[in-house]
């Protein structure tokens, strides 16, 4: 009995020392995985992270880019009426006085000034709008009247009352105009 009883606290003694040993392997490997599990969050944090500084920075580029292109249209609308008062003074000027030698260089003068505005306006991306024969284009005409007509198809722009302009990409000033409308 004594032998058994040592063979029984020996095969126990074995035991806890086998489960001594595997509880701070299960403890170890608990402890990796939760590191390795840490890790894999900490990476698609940065990741994550250096996208959203990515996007930032693509927004601040544009936005920059934008701002140069754009920050002379509030100027651009406001010279815009100096163009239409010089080309309404050029188109006043009567014949009779454009055929007058005293006259002549005045008008040159003037017209040499429209042409200058002109290159100015190119130079800055400012562009006149086509609307006389196009189909009307809410983003980019502003119908003022209907006008009857049996030569142009109804929706199609018969007058321009004011030229519209385009900066660059984007509407600066819709083109006034007359469309045509089917006659009564």
Do not use: C, W
């Amino acid at each position: 009995m004594i032998e058994e009883e040592k063979t029984q606290a020996a095969e126990a003694e074995d035991l806890r020392e086998e489960t001594a040993g595997e509880a701070p392997e299960v403890a170890e490997h608990d402890r990796v995985a939760e590191l390795e599990q840490a890790l894999a969050e900490a990476k698609q944090a940065a990741l994550y992270a250096q996208a959203e500084v990515q996007n930032v920075r693509r927004r601040a580029e544009k936005e920059a880019a934008d701002a140069r292109a754009y920050a002379a249209t509030g100027f651009a609308r406001d010279i815009l009426s100096v163009s239409d008062n010089l080309m309404r003074g050029l188109a006043a000027i009567p014949e009779e006085l454009r055929a007058d030698d005293r006259m002549k260089g005045l008008i040159a003068g003037i017209e040499a000034t429209a042409r200058e505005l002109e290159s100015v306006f190119q130079r800055h991306g400012i562009s006149k709008i086509t609307a006389v024969g196009e189909t009307l284009d809410p983003n980019r005409h502003q119908a003022m009247l209907e006008i009857p007509s049996t030569d142009a198809a109804p929706g199609t722009i018969v007058q321009e009352m004011q030229t519209g302009y385009m900066i660059r990409d984007r509407l600066l000033r819709p083109a006034l105009v007359g469309v045509a409308k089917k006659a009564d």
